[in-house]
T-cell receptor, first 113, second 112 residues
């Protein structure tokens, strides 16, 4: 089963608006990461937040992490048409012994120009 | 600096055929993983490796084999292709288990 589940599954906004995507996960984690996937392409790493961090910024991206609720959110501010893509959260689990990331099902973001 | 290179980009197999998907990275990363992505779904972990000579199973390992004889290469072998293995396959690598991963551009496999 997927460790991370994104919400919503799809999101359509106008250029200039903010986009918020949420991720829930099940196990304890070392860190949580967000990736972007343009249609037909590989995934690109966006940002990593460690389990002892609550918020992190990178350019127009803001990530929050609430380990008590096992959830994270990705905010993209002032969205652009070029932000149209699928966004995935991925977790580095702390207690499974697995040394690889587990991905969620993704949020498809459409930014209308 | 090429990053992660996957070959081939596209492949059509007949049921029962075998083949190897190639993955190579030039970043001296110890950690490498194989994922499959089915339409509308996230990535599911097939196998991963934490260094040369060390591999382990992921969520969906059945029907796939891996080996890691060098740091650079991590091939994925399909033993006897089935239509259920039609998918897009991604290879990824990282300097550490919990670090950010660099992904290849994928191999789109169709089994008929």
């Amino acid at each position: 089963s997927q460790q991370g589940e994104e919400d919503p599954q799809a999101l359509s906004i106008q250029e200039g608006e903010n986009a918020t995507m949420n991720c829930s996960y099940k196990t304890s984690i070392n860190n949580l990461q967000w990736y972007r996937q343009n249609s037909g392409r590989g995934l690109v790493h966006l940002i990593l937040i460690r389990s002892n961090e609550r918020e992190k910024h990178s350019g127009r991206l803001r990530v929050t992490l609430d380990t008590s609720k096992k959830s994270s959110s990705l905010l993209i501010t002032a969205s652009r048409a070029a932000d149209t893509a699928s966004y995935f959260c991925a977790t580095d689990a702390a207690d499974t012994g697995r040394r690889a990331l587990t991905f969620g099902s993704g949020t498809r973001l459409q930014v209308q120009p | 600096n090429a990053g992660v290179t996957q070959t081939p980009k596209f492949q059509v197999l007949k049921t029962g055929q075998s083949m190897t998907l190639q993955c190579a990275q030039d970043m001296n990363h110890e950690y490498m993983s194989w994922y499959r992505q089915d339409p509308g779904m996230g990535l599911r972990l097939i196998h991963y490796s934490v260094g040369a000579g060390i591999t382990d199973q992921g969520e969906v390992p059945n029907g796939y084999n891996v080996s890691r004889s060098t740091t650079e290469d991590f091939p994925l072998r399909l033993l006897s292709a089935a239509p259920s293995q039609t998918s897009v396959y991604f290879c990824a690598s990282s300097y550490s288990a919990g670090g950010g991963y660099t992904f290849g551009s994928g191999t789109r496999l169709t089994v008929v």
